[in-house]
């Protein structure tokens, strides 16, 4: 499964997972075309975690710039990836209720901001 911990797929993967979320909720509550790109960025949610944890199997003792251990860092940037993966589906699933996702949105934006900064931080792939 070597082929899952490449930072090219991990990249690819939460790159169209995004559009399709961002697609999927913009569009009207209840049509046909909403469930296909929700049900569609799901199944990219799932390539995102099993991209990021391979990564992490990987990787998480490569020693890096910070100052903790590695699988600590390594430990923050899963959990952080998780919870923005969580927000996203917590998004689309309180507008199908009718419910305000606006804080969502406002917790989803800063979560997906921290989590690309820092996989860029730590050493594999592209790095600053
Ligand atoms: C929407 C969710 C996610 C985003 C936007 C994201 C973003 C990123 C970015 C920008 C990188 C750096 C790639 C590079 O350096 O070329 C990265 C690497 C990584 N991600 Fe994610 N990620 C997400 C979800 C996850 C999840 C769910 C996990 C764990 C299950 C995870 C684990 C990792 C690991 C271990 C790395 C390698 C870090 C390194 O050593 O450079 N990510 N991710």
Redesign the pocket.
């Known amino acids: 499964m070597d082929f899952l911990a490449s930072?090219h797929l991990?990249?690819f993967s939460?790159v169209v997972?995004?559009v399709l979320f961002l697609i999927a909720s913009q569009m009207k509550v209840g049509t046909r075309n909403r469930t296909i790109f929700h049900m569609s960025a799901r199944v990219f949610y799932l390539l995102?975690?099993a991209s990021?944890?391979a990564?992490?199997f990987k990787?998480?003792t490569?020693p890096t710039n910070f100052p903790m251990p590695s699988q600590a860092i390594?430990g923050i940037?899963?959990t952080l990836?998780?919870l923005?993966?969580g927000l996203?589906e917590m998004v689309l699933v309180r507008e199908k209720k009718g419910k305000n996702p606006k804080p969502f949105w406002i917790i989803w934006a800063i979560l997906?901001f921290a989590?690309?900064f820092l996989?860029?931080k730590?050493?594999?792939?592209?790095?600053f």
């Open positions: 930072t991990h990249i939460w997972g995004i995102i975690l990021g944890a990564l992490f990787f998480q490569l390594y940037k899963f990836g998780l923005t993966l996203m997906v989590t690309i996989g860029f730590l050493p594999v792939g592209i790095q």
